[in-house]
């Protein structure tokens, strides 16, 4: 079997999503790939079958129940991204973050950066053009919320197209 570059995510199911993807639309590249996510193991490339990660995700899961996320608030990482913030479910999404990135997974995990839960809606090149848009954003004063019961591991295409793999919901 060839590697194949997958990802785990939530998919957050928002009202006035069309918000977001207007966003999206205008600062991030990956808008006509990916619906709006919050990923939770970011792409790595493996030989893993889809059984095995099925099973390591179901396991990863055991214990965890749907909960409640807010998002609020548009803010800029160091390095040029554009993410609509986790103000409430951070626990559980980096409770979710950590479990599932054990077992056969433990060695895709990036200790470069802290792990913050966040909805990226924009990806920028040049520091001008993060301020441009953070200025454009201090208007945005929306608040989402959803529930979270599952997640969902996504296969990268080589045109880097999202393909849902499989979905495993909250035991």
Do not use: W
């Not at 199911?13 to 808008?31: A, G, T």
């Not at 990482?77 to 409430?88: A, P, T």
Request: proline share 6%; with cysteine.
């Amino acid at each position: 079997m060839s590697s194949i570059t997958r990802a785990i995510h939530i998919f957050p199911e928002l009202d006035q999503v069309d918000l977001i993807q207007s966003i999206r639309k205008r600062y991030d590249p990956l808008y006509p790939c990916i619906p709006p996510h919050i990923t939770l193991v970011f792409p790595f490339e493996s030989e893993i079958t889809n059984i095995e990660l099925y099973r390591h995700v179901k396991q990863a899961l055991t214990g965890f129940q749907p909960f409640a996320i807010r998002l609020e608030e548009i803010s800029a990482s160091h390095d040029h991204y554009l993410f609509l913030n986790v103000k409430q479910g951070n626990d559980q999404i980096i409770a979710l973050h950590d479990r599932l990135y054990t077992g056969p997974l433990a060695s895709y995990r990036s200790y470069r950066h802290a792990y913050l839960p966040h909805l990226t809606v924009g990806r920028l090149h040049h520091e001008h053009e993060l301020d441009e848009a953070l200025q454009e954003m201090r208007s945005f004063h929306h608040r989402f919320e959803s529930q979270v019961s599952q997640v969902i591991a996504e296969r990268i295409d080589d045109n880097g197209q999202s393909i849902i793999e499989f979905v495993v919901p909250f035991p």
